[in-house]
């Protein structure tokens, strides 16, 4: 989908393939101004905790609106950060405003997506736990998502980095789960604290008997290794209803709340506060 809007984007000037690599330098060159001059922003998806239905965690997602082209999406913009020596300074910005913006929100906790790139530095724990520590969110409220590409490239120095995060009491969850190759021996080797499993694999799984089989395999998988499940991009309530009967500990997708502004998620959180407030009130009446 980012590939195509970018050939769609580069075509309305050129279609030659030169064309297409001037325009992700252009887009190089204005993300990097973006990120001066604060024009990015973070929207955060509510994760809820599948037994009670409350929020537990938000996603952050990063946000461009860019001035002349308008919304781009972060697929496509991250990869031109990761192209252009810009994703340690974009995924810094990301992690000092969502965990700054987190801070608003006690009861839950943050989660955050990881570049390779990000990761690769072998100072990147250093530079998590000064971010902690300058905006104050405890490593306990901190959650890090990174993808198997993260494992894939460079396994070992993966491997002391997610040691060293969970040493600083930051938590870490392998994304995409069954998007790509998916080994499972990374599962053995990496200790995650959780498993997400990809909206691909969990799309139509209350409608066809294999993929519903196919999911409860995987969830029985993280599972069996200790792992909480995530099950995202849960676009209906039946879809849902069978993750949850699966055994997945939290649920995520456009059925039960959409990527939304910080303020939406105070409401959001307020909103269900006050719902358990009544709760008590017509207990105690
Ligand atoms: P992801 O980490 O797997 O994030 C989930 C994506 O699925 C988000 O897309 C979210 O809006 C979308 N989604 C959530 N629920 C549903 C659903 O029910 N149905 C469908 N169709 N989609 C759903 P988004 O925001 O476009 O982000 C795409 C990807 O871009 C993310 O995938 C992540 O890999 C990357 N990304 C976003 N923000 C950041 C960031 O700050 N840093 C890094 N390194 N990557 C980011
Ligand atoms: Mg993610
Ligand atoms: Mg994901
Ligand atoms: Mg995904």
Redesign the pocket.
């Known amino acids: 989908q980012a590939k195509e809007l970018g050939r769609s984007r580069v075509s309305l000037y050129d279609r030659s393939i030169d064309a297409e690599k001037i325009d992700r330098k252009r887009l190089a060159n204005e993300l990097r101004e973006a990120v001066e001059t604060d024009a990015l922003h973070v929207v955060y ?1 509510p994760i809820f905790d599948a037994q009670t239905m409350r929020p537990a965690l938000v ?4 946000r461009w609106k860019h001035p002349r082209d308008g919304f781009i ?3 496509l913009f ?1 990869s031109v950060a990761e192209e252009n020596g810009l994703m340690d300074a974009v ?1 810094n910005w ?1 992690l000092r405003n969502a965990c700054r913006d987190a801070l608003r929100w006690p009861d839950i906790r943050l989660s ?4 390779p790139v990000q990761f690769r530095n072998p100072g990147f724990d250093r530079n998590l736990a000064a971010i902690l520590a300058e905006t104050g969110l405890p490593p306990a409220r901190l959650e890090v ?1 990174m993808t198997e590409t993260h494992l894939v490239t460079f396994p070992d120095r993966a491997q002391h980095i997610v040691a060293s995060l969970r040493i600083l009491g930051v938590s870490v969850a392998l ?2 789960f069954g998007k790509g190759y998916s080994s499972i021996g990374y599962l053995r080797r990496f200790s995650f604290d959780k498993l997400k499993i990809d ?1 691909s694999l969990v799309h139509g799984v209350s409608i066809d008997l294999e993929t519903r089989r196919l999911c409860e395999a995987t969830v029985a998988l993280g599972r069996a290794l200790n792992l909480e499940v995530t099950a ?4 209906t309530e039946a879809d849902g209803e069978i993750m949850r009967q699966a055994g997945c500990a939290y649920l ?4 039960f709340a959409r ?1 939304m502004s910080a303020a939406h998620i105070t409401e959001l959180l307020d909103d269900c506060n006050n719902g358990s407030d009544t709760d008590e009130v017509l207990r105690t009446a």
Do not use: Y
């Not at 996603?59 to 990063?62: K, Q, R, V």
């Not at 995202?232 to 676009?235: N, P, W």
């Not at 995520?252 to 059925?255: E, I, V």
């Open positions: 998806q996603e952050a997602l990063l999406p972060p697929d991250i995924g990301v955050i997506n990881v570049s998502e994304d995409d909206r995202e991009g849960i676009e995520q997708g456009f059925a990527p």
